[in-house]
């Protein structure tokens, strides 16, 4: 018999009190876990919006509170177009509003001119008309959730749109709303002559980072957006979705680790005897402070795959209300497994050291004669 | 190094008290073992036995006075759980065997601190339970054997590392007298087979009687000292 295989079946000698802590500590690690899961895709899917349409960057107002709240004026567009290395800038304003069942519907106003260089790759139909006003394309997603096709009305702001094109960016938020043309949407939200962020083309061989950095320097109430690092700038829902992330990870730690002290710090007590005969047949404090150690160890290790099969399973279920799905998809990244597990690991650690210095410390003649 | 090779356990006036030395329970022992000797030691309750097989054992250290264990001064081991698991085999009045293993996953836990393999480890968890008539028990835990089976198993346990010394206190006590005369009849066994030295305490005059030597104790000390009390059977 392994000294592991052992290590497990001291566990399964209090199997409600094994199980109990396991259930306690795999909710913890769900928590981590599936919270880590959303924080991805919420940057999943911002970091498909900075580089939509096949942008090389996109640029918007530095130091914004949110990314849809940046604006960009006509000036700024024009600045950005002074530089021989953009092809192309495309302004987009976006705009959120209820439209059908979901009421965070994305509205993306653009120039049915620029979508010659911003791609949305038609399913079916055609692109918005040039000077073409109550037209709409829609992503495959809100489509299918309108259960609109070609030649259907659809009603923003009490105004109808027909909708002519229906396109697949593979963007989550793109997919789950639609394009328009700019007049419209700067009509309707009041915003004559506004962008919330500009789309750069650059031309074949232009150093990306070092046009971006450039621009900024030149133009410091500009911020460009190379990928997620830059959306702190634009944005500060990201960075809260950080820190509670943080806190609830840290929070986890601590009420799990109370946990299993608590059990670790039982199973000792109970086995002060059985410890002083394992001294007496001539195992080392090592070894005991190992067995305590592994115990908790493996109970977390248990905790944390349970975990975060039971995190999947909830994000798997409430991405099956449409108004979740419109705007987020999961993204499972080994990180935030990980952070699961390193979760799993700390708690166990915390929670056994004293314990384990307890049994570690135990005369081995006094707790022979223990009753 | 002591004088005599053949002394295997050599006690010089140890001294052990608890309650900051309100309670003498050695009180100056001198005891000596020769190898492949089977002493029983006797004596009223509280009148230091175990306190003796533990100092012994090093389980316990003395106030003063010295042990010498093959002609080693065991508080001056460098490593004493090594001397433990190699050199010394403790029996107890209960069992003590792990109730979630069986009893050869019980015989292997002091083989965790050698070298063996896990199949080696089994295989001399298997000639052990031989050695103590239960090779047919290997897979049964505590629960299913009788109170005499498990006595064995820990009588087992304590060959486990092949130690020279086996240290016994009152392994019958818990046994009825049937059980407990099988038992001391397979601990004689493997006492002779494997030329171990036996020392073991027990209230049973029988038990007692069966030994090499038997040595009293009264008070923390060995009755009117060791060569004059004891009984010499040899
Ligand atoms: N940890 C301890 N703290 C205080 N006193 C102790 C402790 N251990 C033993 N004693 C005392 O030391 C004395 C010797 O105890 P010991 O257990 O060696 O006796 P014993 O001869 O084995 O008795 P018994 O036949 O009842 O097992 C007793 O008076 C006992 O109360
Ligand atoms: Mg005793």
Redesign the interface.
Known sequence: MSFTFFIFSNLLRQKVRTGLTVLGISIGITTVVALGIFVNSAKAATEELILAGGADFAVGRAGSADLTFSTLTADDLAALREYDEVEHVSGVLMAISKVGSNPYFFQFGIDPNDLDFFEAPLVEGETLAAGAENQIMLGDGAAGQLGAEIGDTVEIRDLSFVVVGIYDTGATTFDGGAILPLAAVQDYERKQGLVTLAYIHTRSGTEVQALADRIEEEHPNLATLVDLADVGDVDQGLQILDAVNLGITILAVFIGGIAVMNTMVMAVFERTREFGILRALGWRTRRILQMVLGEALLLCLIAAVFGSILAVALTQMIVLFPTVSAFITPHYTLDVFLRGLAVGISVALLGAIYPAYRAARLSPAQAIRYE | MSEQPDTVIDVRNVVKTYDEGRTRALDGVNFQVERGEFVSITGPSGCGK?TLL?AI?A??RPDSGTIYVNGDEITSQR?L??????S?G?I?QLH?L????TA??NL???M??TDLS?SA??RRAEELLALVDLGDKAGKRPTQLSGGERQRVAIA?AL??DPGIILADEPTGNLDSKAGQQAMAVLRNVQRQQAVTLVLVSHNRQIAAAADRTVYMLDGKIAEGDAAASERRA
């Open positions: 175990s533990h054992a389980l316990e490593d759980s090594r001397y433990r698991a190699r010394i403790l107890f003590n792990l109730p979630n293993l050869s996953e292997q836990v002091p965790y601190e896990a480890r089994r346990r486990a590392n």
